[in-house]
């Protein structure tokens, strides 16, 4: 079974009551809950929750380890011939499980040098109009990091993203073996429960997180961020950390993120996830 959708939606609770009635394994398919060092920012399953039920590729990655969708396939494959759930709001994750992953080769050194430099020098604009056409009609274009993908891919490999993709490999999970399950949510209760949930990580710890976090923080700068710093509301908490925000204007900077977050999953699940079950809450 497969259940995805927004933060703060209760597909976690939903996971741990099939599995629980069913006898399965709850299996992680969101992008910044393998990461070790977030628990609470990341509203990775609490410690009674792993004790009670098992769980399987959560908090497993260390910051410094490369980790990507290409990873979290190979990882979650041995899983497939048991009694899983697998629950998340990684859209990606998802797509490429039911899909397909195109097997784009690795952006060389050189390559990723030179498009932190255009885009330090030129911006996303200028990276943009670069791609090829069906890529540049295909990817996110208010996501800086989804373009200088396209754009590494295209320099490196010679051919554009969306040409790579419609290449694609057979899926490990076929749709139509699956129960695929897609939560949502009016806005308004959903942003109120993402206000909720922000403040009760809060008091939960997670300024403590970005706290720790803080030593390894990239400085502020033209390159794409690593994948970890991407945990929703952790650059605002250390912003304020850094002496740029008051502890309020934090919080609610970090609220607002995650807000915006969850108006790109639902997007992204209306747009690429057409065919799943939807269950308005």
């Given at each position: 079974?497969?259940?995805?959708?927004?933060t703060?939606?209760?597909?976690?609770?939903l996971?741990?009551?099939?599995?629980?009635?069913?006898?399965?394994?709850?299996?992680?398919?969101?992008?910044?809950?393998?990461?070790?060092?977030?628990?609470?920012?990341?509203?990775?399953?609490?410690?009674?929750?792993?004790?009670?039920?098992?769980?399987?590729?959560?908090?497993?990655?260390?910051?410094?380890?490369?980790?990507?969708?290409?990873?979290?396939?190979?990882?979650?494959?041995?899983?497939?011939?048991?009694?899983?759930?697998?629950?998340?709001g990684?859209?990606?994750?998802?797509?490429?499980?039911?899909?397909?992953?195109?097997?784009?080769?690795?952006?060389?050194?050189?390559?990723?040098?030179?498009?932190?430099?255009?885009?330090?020098?030129?911006?996303?604009?200028?990276?943009?109009?670069?791609?090829?056409?069906?890529?540049?009609r295909?990817?996110?274009?208010?996501?800086?990091?989804?373009?200088?993908?396209?754009?590494?891919?295209?320099?490196?490999?010679?051919?554009?993203?969306?040409?790579?993709?419609?290449?694609?490999?057979?899926a490990?999970?076929p749709?139509?073996?699956?129960?695929?399950?897609?939560?949502?949510?009016?806005?308004?209760?959903?942003?109120?429960?993402?206000?909720?949930?922000?403040d009760?990580?809060?008091?939960?710890?997670?300024?403590?997180?970005?706290?720790a976090?803080?030593?390894?923080?990239?400085?502020?700068?033209?390159?794409?961020?690593?994948?970890?710093?991407?945990?929703?509301?952790?650059?605002?908490?250390?912003?304020?950390?850094?002496?740029?925000?008051?502890?309020?204007?934090?919080?609610?900077?970090?609220?607002?993120?995650?807000?915006?977050?969850?108006?790109?999953?639902r997007?992204?699940?209306?747009?690429?996830?057409?065919?799943?079950?939807?269950?308005?809450?």
């Open positions: 079974m497969l259940i995805a959708g927004p703060a939606s209760g597909k976690s609770a996971a741990m009551k099939i599995a629980a009635r069913d006898g399965r394994t709850i299996v992680n398919a969101d992008a910044l809950q393998v990461y070790t060092q977030w628990r609470i920012l990341s509203a990775r399953p609490s410690a009674d929750d792993v004790s009670a039920l098992p769980h399987a590729l959560f908090g497993h990655i260390g910051r410094d380890t490369p980790y990507s969708t290409g990873h979290w396939l190979r990882e979650v494959a041995p899983f497939l011939s048991r009694p899983i759930v697998i629950v998340g990684t859209g990606l994750n998802f797509t490429a499980l039911t899909k397909g992953l195109a097997d784009i080769p690795p952006t060389p050194p050189d390559v990723r040098a030179r498009a932190n430099q255009m885009l330090a020098a030129q911006g996303q604009q200028a990276m943009l109009a670069e791609l090829d056409t069906d890529t540049r295909k990817i996110d274009t208010q996501n800086p990091a989804r373009i200088q993908r396209a754009w590494e891919v295209l320099i490196s490999t010679g051919r554009g993203l969306a040409d790579w993709q419609a290449s694609t490999g057979p490990l999970l749709l139509q073996n699956a129960h695929a399950l897609v939560l949502q949510m009016d806005t308004a209760r959903l942003d109120a429960r993402i206000s909720q949930r922000f009760a990580m809060m008091e939960h710890g997670a300024l403590i997180e970005a706290r976090a803080l030593p390894h923080w990239p400085e502020d700068g033209p390159n794409q961020p690593p994948p970890w710093t991407r945990a929703i509301g952790a650059a605002e908490l250390v912003a304020h950390l850094r002496g740029q925000l008051t502890l309020q204007d934090a919080i609610a900077a970090g609220t607002l993120a995650s807000r915006q977050y969850a108006k790109r999953q997007t992204w699940f209306r747009n690429r996830m057409k065919n799943w079950a939807s269950i308005t809450l």
